[in-house]
């Protein structure tokens, strides 16, 4: 099934309400008199092709990469975004692939039911996208909304040129992110890519910019479209297309605490496999890997006559804490109850009647972690009475989750001992 981020395009993109957040707020400048933390402002007197060539001498510098080819940045406004993104977003989708994926969201209520994975997905990017850069067609868009060149437009390119570098010394195809069955270990490569160029921008724009050209920058987060875009959007969707630059940020800053970018370049070439990973950096440094999730045999059969499996991903730690949170859970007590992750394995179920469930199997690291999430689980279980069961016997690891009519009785197979 389709990545739930709504996609499988690999490329990676700049997000303009955060990009200004990540860039103002999440390093604080060291100002001079002057407001000034850099050796010189970029000009925006200068022809776009001289400011570019600059910005790429400096993230060069900061990253300590060099590019082997040149990719011109192409300038585009809004619209021209938005007929991109409709076009890359339908040659990679198909119409069965998102239905799969709208089926999963919608039947663990991440998704409203009826919502358009499409649209929704298209209306957040269109607002909010900044720029982008795609591996596969070797392309650096940034999007001008001002008609001017201004802050945005330059911390954008740091961003964006910062993936260039990332894609031709590492290959960023190579990082499996179009496996269409592991969405959790795809999100969190995601994050480290996009923690990567995050983390460039924000030393590229507190040595560069002045503090009027922050003040624009700050300005650019506010934009009411913006805003509006990120109001509307699923809650899923907002916090699965945020993580990437928030806590992708704060994992490269791990490494970096203790390796510098040659920390970041290893990670690149020996990436993380989960989510939880990223939550939780030393568990990447001590390599502790998901546990591969198997589910029984024969699932769809066990929920009866004209039931068949439709497809399978891992959801991980991230998604099953917003999935908490989605079912009443307070966020705290959602990040407690999903820490102790090990892994999981999800169906989606389809049976007759046009009827859909998903069966969820769920393995922690601790007995207690399980207790933990089968309690929490339950609170966002309890609105969906007889159409939800919870599975899980004391002093086990294993908690299974059933949802759909015709299916909730699957719960006790699924938490069963897996041969």
């Not at 957040?21 to 999440?26: E, N, W």
């Not at 000009?43 to 022809?47: A, F, M, V, Y």
């Given at each position: 099934m389709p990545h739930f981020r709504g996609g499988r395009r690999p490329a990676t993109f700049a997000l303009a309400a955060l990009l200004a957040?990540?860039?103002?707020?999440?390093v604080a400048p060291t100002t001079g008199p002057s407001g000034f933390t850099g050796t010189e402002p970029p000009?925006?007197?200068?022809?776009a092709t001289e400011l570019y060539a600059q910005i790429r001498a400096d993230v060069i510098a900061i990253r300590g990469l060099q590019p082997t080819k040149a990719v011109d940045p192409v300038t585009i406004d809004e619209a021209t975004l938005r007929s991109n993104l409709q076009a890359e977003f339908d040659t990679e989708n198909t119409p069965a692939e998102l239905a799969v994926a709208e089926d999963v969201l919608i039947t663990l209520g991440l998704l409203p039911t009826g919502t358009s994975l499409r649209a929704a997905t298209l209306d957040f990017q269109g607002a909010n996208v900044a720029g982008y850069y795609s591996p596969d067609k070797d392309q650096l868009f940034v999007v001008n909304r001002s008609g001017r060149l201004g802050a945005a437009d330059l911390v954008t390119y740091a961003h964006e040129f910062t993936h260039q570098l990332q894609d031709q010394r590492i290959d960023l195809n190579a990082l499996g992110l179009d496996v269409a069955d592991?969405?959790?270990?795809?999100?969190?490569?995601l994050a480290l890519i996009e923690g990567d160029a995050v983390s460039v921008q924000n030393t590229w724009t507190t040595e560069h910019l002045t503090s009027q050209q922050l003040g624009e920058l700050l300005g650019s987060a506010l934009d009411p479209k913006a805003l509006e875009a990120l109001r509307r959007a699923p809650a899923f969707l907002r916090d699965t297309a945020l993580f990437p630059y928030t806590d992708g940020l704060a994992f490269v800053s791990r490494l970096l605490s203790s390796g510098g970018y040659a920390a970041v370049d290893a990670a690149l070439r020996d990436p993380p496999d989960s989510t939880e990973q990223i939550l939780h950096p030393d568990r990447y440094?001590?390599?502790?890997?998901?546990?591969?999730?198997?589910?029984?045999?024969?699932?769809?059969?066990?929920?009866?006559?004209?039931?068949?499996?439709?497809?399978?991903?891992?959801?991980?730690?991230?998604?099953?804490?917003?999935?908490?949170?989605?079912?009443?859970?307070?966020?705290?007590?959602?990040?407690?109850a999903s820490a102790g992750w090990g892994g999981d394995r999800l169906a989606l179920l389809r049976g007759p009647g046009g009827a859909v469930g998903v069966a969820l199997r769920t393995e922690w690291d601790t007995s207690a972690d399980a207790d933990e999430f089968a309690t929490a689980a339950?609170?966002?279980?309890?609105?969906r009475g007889s159409a939800a069961s919870l599975a899980h016997a004391a002093g086990s690891k294993v908690v299974a989750v059933a949802i759909g009519p015709g299916v909730a009785a699957l719960a006790t197979s699924l938490a069963a001992a897996v041969g």
């Open positions: 957040v990540a860039a103002c707020g999440t000009s925006t007197t200068l022809p592991r969405s959790d270990r795809s999100l969190a490569r440094l001590k390599r502790q890997a998901p546990i591969e999730v198997t589910l029984p045999a024969g699932l769809a059969a066990k929920a009866g006559a004209g039931w068949s499996e439709a497809g399978r991903d891992t959801l991980g730690e991230v998604v099953l804490g917003i999935w908490l949170r989605q079912g009443g859970v307070t966020l705290a007590e959602a990040r407690t339950a609170t966002a279980l309890a609105p």
